[in-house]
């Protein structure tokens, strides 16, 4: 009888060989909200998306979840009312992962990251986000995760009067990050996203696309509100407010780990971001996307274009295939932004 393996791949880190030690630490955005269903203990660092609209807290569409069950929404708030572990609301962003704050171990101290981000060194717009989609993951049974990309992937950078992408904030900060701290343990989980729930085992295949129909619709809301900051409500670590909160407060967190933040930082490139200078700046973070697999810098846009050159050339082989897709192509109107 031959049995699947389930293949154990490191995270793509900077230097494999010099990271001894593996951590959670990781600095990126909490998009925690209190909920009467959840942890009594959850705290509110925004306000501007209620993530309790996408995740099946009454098991309708799930029959079961790993031992966390849901990670947002308020957390789970342990028996008699869930019987998961009781845990509180952790969803988040990670935009850079640190590991640990040794350096012997391959990640950086706590007082070097708190110095490059209280120094200037690294300029944190007012962040404004939009979630651009719920999906599963590749992994089975997946993991069901909220998705930041940047819409469209690839900046204008030939209209001065263009917008700039949806989610530019996240990306432009990343860029930095990784321009500006060169440790071993460096890396970034995968795209943009918040994982709201790990080991997703649907009760059926209609269950599963009414669930997915359901975040379709709250997406859209969403989409028609438009991206907005987090901490709207300028709050603290400890979900107090800020005891010198500022006209923006929608910044950057440092997590010890995913439930424990130690330090907040707040917006220090403040709007507008329409003006010559500030859109010149931004554009010249986000020409460069970060490849994980070559460890590398490659242009804006360059997996789109892979998978793109990818579908052109299957399509070559099979000439028929090719004359559709032309033709299909020639008919659909141009459009930035989001699929419906």
Same mark, same amino acid.
């Given at each position: =009888? @031959? +049995? ?6 490191? #995270?793509?880190?900077? /230097? $494999? ?127 069901? =995760? @909220? +998705? ?6 690839? #900046?204008?950078?030939? /209209? $001065? ?127 460069? =996307? ?8 490659? #242009? ?41």
């Amino acid at each position: =009888e @031959i +049995r699947k393996r389930h293949i154990i791949t490191m #995270p793509p880190v900077l /230097d $494999p060989k010099n990271s001894k030690v593996d951590g959670l630490a990781f600095l990126g955005l909490s998009l925690a909200r209190r909920s009467p269903q959840g942890h009594p203990n959850s705290m509110t660092h925004q306000t501007a998306f209620n993530l309790s609209d996408v995740i099946d807290r009454d098991y309708d569409f799930l029959q079961s979840t790993d031992d966390n069950g849901w990670l947002v929404g308020g957390g789970e708030p342990g028996p008699p009312i869930s019987y998961k572990l009781a845990a509180k609301d952790s969803a988040h962003v990670e935009i850079m992962r640190i590991g640990t704050f040794r350096p012997e171990w391959g990640g950086v101290a706590e007082k070097d990251i708190v110095e490059a981000m209280t120094s200037g060194a690294i300029l944190i717009p007012e962040i404004e986000v939009l979630p651009t989609a719920v999906e599963a993951n590749p992994d089975s049974p997946p993991e069901l =995760e @909220i +998705r930041f990309d940047m819409k469209p992937s690839v #900046p204008n950078y030939t /209209d $001065p009067d263009a917008p700039l992408p949806v989610n530019w904030h996240i990306r432009f900060l990343h860029n930095q990050l990784f321009k500006h701290f060169q440790f071993p343990s460096r890396f970034c989980p995968g795209a943009f996203h918040s994982t709201i729930l790990r080991k997703a085992d649907f009760r059926s295949d209609m269950h599963r696309e009414v669930y997915f129909e359901m975040c379709e619709a709250v997406i859209k809301k969403w989409r028609l509100s438009g991206p907005k900051p987090l901490n709207n409500g300028a709050w603290g670590i400890d979900g107090r407010p800020l005891e010198e909160p500022g006209e923006y407060n929608s910044g950057i967190w440092l997590f010890a780990d995913r439930e424990n933040i130690t330090h907040f930082f707040p917006p220090n490139f403040l709007p507008p971001y329409d003006t010559p200078e500030k859109k010149e700046l931004i554009l010249d973070v986000l020409r460069e =996307e970060w490849d994980e697999q070559t460890l590398s810098w490659n #242009p804006a846009g360059y997996k789109e274009k892979k998978i793109t050159q990818k579908q052109e050339s299957n399509n070559s082989n099979n000439p028929v295939a090719f004359a559709a897709a032309k033709a299909a192509a020639s008919l659909e109107p141009r459009m930035c932004g989001f699929n419906s």
